[in-house]
C-alpha cells in the first residue's frame, strides 16, 4: 500500500514538473516564451522554493547558477541553471527520497527572475497550474563559521541503512572553508571532502565521497548551506548550529550537528528508523 501511494505521488511530481512553463510577459497558458527586461540580479545567497503556496523548502544559487534546494525529508530539485538573467530555461530534476532507494524524474522548465530577491512564475499540467515561487532567506543569523573539531556527528536523509558518520572538521582556504572526514559508526564507510565558501555568502561548493563497503551513496557533490534549524530532527530540534550538504545528482542531503550529551537520543532514533519507520509526503509539486 505505502509503495502505491509514493508511486502515485511520484506520477503527479512527473505531470507537474515536466509541464512546467513559463513566460515572460505573456498568457501563463501560453508556451510562447517572450523577450523580458532587467537584470543581471544578484541571485547568490540562500533562497526558500514554494510551490501554489505550500511551505517551502531550503536551497541555494551559486555563483555559476546552480540552484539546488531540499525538504525536510530528504528530496532534492534541482532546477536549471540560474544566473540572475533575467529568464532562464532547460531541465528540473526531482531526486526522490524513498525507502530502499529513489525516484528520479525530470522535464523541461523556463522561469523568470524579476529582482535580487524574486524568481516567479506559473507551472502548467493536466493536473492544472502551479505556481512558482522563491524568496531569500536567511537560515543562520550572523555570517557562517568554519566547523572546527572532532564532535561532530552527520546523517544522510535518503540513506535506508541510516548509517550516523562521526566528523572531524579542518578550517581550510579562504574565508569559512573546511575539511571533513570521518567514518560512520560501524567502521564500514569512511567519508573525506571539501567544502569551498563562496565569497562571504552562506554558500558552499562542496565535494565528498565515501569509500566502503557500507556506503549506500558514493558521493554528495553539490552546494551546502549552514543554518540554525534541525530540518530533518536528527538532533530532536535543539539549537545549534547545522550544516547541511546536498547532492546535485541523487535524493543526498547530509546534515551535520555537534554531538552532544543527548547524542545517544540521535543513536537510538536513526536505529529506530532503520528498522523501519512509516511513510511520509514528499515534494508535492
Same mark, same amino acid.
Given at each position: 500500500m505505502l509503495r502505491n501511494v509514493l508511486l502515485s505521488l511520484s506520477l503527479l511530481l512527473v505531470l507537474a514538473i515536466c509541464a512546467m !512553463?513559463?513566460?515572460? $510577459? =505573456?498568457?501563463?497558458?501560453?508556451?510562447?516564451? !517572450?523577450?523580458?527586461? $532587467? =537584470?543581471?540580479?544578484?541571485?547568490?545567497?540562500d533562497w526558500n522554493l514554494t510551490f501554489n503556496g505550500a511551505s517551502g523548502s531550503a536551497g541555494v544559487i551559486n555563483t555559476a547558477g546552480s540552484a539546488l534546494f531540499f525538504d525536510s525529508f530528504g528530496d532534492v530539485v534541482?532546477?536549471?541553471?540560474?544566473?540572475?538573467s533575467c529568464s532562464f530555461t532547460g531541465t528540473s530534476t526531482l531526486y526522490e527520497s524513498l525507502p530502499g532507494g529513489g525516484e528520479t524524474v525530470a522535464g523541461p522548465t523556463t522561469g523568470n527572475v524579476t529582482s535580487d530577491t524574486s524568481i516567479t512564475g506559473t507551472a502548467t499540467s493536466s493536473s492544472g497550474t502551479i505556481t512558482l515561487s522563491a524568496a531569500p532567506i536567511s537560515p543562520f543569523s550572523g555570517a557562517p563559521t568554519a566547523l572546527t573539531g572532532s564532535q561532530y556527528l552527520g546523517?544522510?536523509?535518503g540513506d535506508p541503512d541510516a548509517n550516523i558518520f562521526e566528523l572531524t572538521f579542518t578550517p581550510t582556504g579562504t574565508g569559512q572553508g573546511m575539511t571533513v572526514s570521518g567514518t560512520n559508526v560501524g567502521d564500514t564507510c569512511t567519508v573525506t571532502g571539501t567544502l569551498t565558501q563562496e565569497g562571504s555568502?552562506?554558500?558552499?561548493?562542496?565535494v565528498i565521497a565515501f569509500s566502503g563497503s557500507g556506503c549506500f551513496?558514493?558521493?554528495?557533490?553539490g552546494l551546502a548551506l549552514e543554518s540554525n534549524s534541525d530540518y530533518f530532527t536528527a538532533d530532536g530540534g535543539a539549537a545549534g548550529t547545522y550544516l547541511y550538504?546536498?547532492?546535485?545528482?541523487?535524493?543526498?542531503?547530509?546534515?551535520v550537528y555537534a554531538e552532544t550529551a543527548d547524542a545517544g537520543l540521535s543513536v537510538r532514533?536513526?536505529?529506530?528508523?532503520?528498522?523501519?519507520?512509516p511513510g511520509h509526503a514528499h515534494f508535492s509539486f
Open positions: !512553463t513559463v513566460n515572460c $510577459g =505573456g498568457s501563463s497558458n501560453s508556451n510562447t516564451t !517572450t523577450a523580458c527586461t $532587467g =537584470g543581471p540580479y544578484d541571485v547568490v545567497g534541482v532546477l536549471p541553471t540560474v544566473t540572475g546523517v544522510i536523509e555568502n552562506n554558500v558552499f561548493d562542496s551513496f558514493s558521493s554528495i557533490n550538504a546536498i547532492s546535485s545528482s541523487s535524493p543526498a542531503v547530509m546534515e532514533r536513526r536505529n529506530a528508523m532503520k528498522a523501519g519507520s
